[in-house]
């Protein structure tokens, strides 16, 4: 069974790309609705990388137990008519609580840049589940990736940042770093 999204966001893909590897960013997506938390001593890593395996616990509204799941990070680049397509997947699969009882669980984000419109993000989003109850809960996580759809959209905007300006203004202040365009204050300097 699938769900499937398909909408624009306002911010550029480098943006969203860098969204969609952030830990933080993926937990605000659910949140207050579903928490996530670390279930190894070193925590989440900063950025996901290819090849990750990290367990986590979910909780409903940060309290209740819904169960834990192993996400299994991995990535690739389609090139398509109109620019490539960067593609983030989640393979893991859920370990305990109701969603164990899949067998199936395969995650993927896409983002690209919107046709026709310069600085805004077209995100796919699929989800396809399988197993003896996929039929169940395919109703609770339809509603669950809507609510997804609704928090990348709110978001989005706040993902965008502009790296080449801050190194610029970096580099603008001299190899002494910002410290050297500070005018000396000492007593008698």
């Known amino acids: ?11 550029d893909p ?11 960013a993926v937990g605000e997506l659910y949140g207050p609705l579903l928490g ?9 890593p900063t950025s996901w990388s290819p090849g990750d395996d990290v367990p986590v616990q979910l909780s409903a509204f940060g ?23 960067r593609i983030f997947r989640d393979s893991g699969i859920p370990l305990t609580g109701p969603l164990a009882s899949l067998d199936v669980w395969d995650h ?13 993000t077209l995100w796919r989003d699929r989800l396809v589940i399988g197993g003896p109850t996929a039929a169940l809960l395919w109703p609770v996580l339809w509603a669950t990736w809507q609510w997804r759809a609704a928090r990348i959209r709110a978001l989005a905007p706040t993902w965008a940042h502009d790296p080449e300006t801050a ?6 202040a001299g190899p002494a770093g910002p410290a050297a365009s500070v005018p000396d204050v000492t007593p008698g300097g």
């Open 14 to 24: 480098d943006a969203a790309w860098r969204a969609l590897h952030s830990p933080r």
């Open 167 to 172: 190194r610029e203004d970096v580099e603008a």
């Open 63 to 85: 309290a209740v137990p819904v169960g834990r799941q192993l996400i299994h990070a991995s990535e690739r680049y389609v090139d398509e008519e109109g620019g490539g397509v």
């Open 36 to 44: 996530l938390e670390p279930l190894v001593p070193s925590g989440l």
């Open 108 to 120: 993927q984000m896409a983002v690209a840049p919107a046709p026709g419109q310069p600085g805004r």
């Open 1 to 11: 069974m699938r769900i499937l999204l398909k909408f624009v966001i306002d911010c």
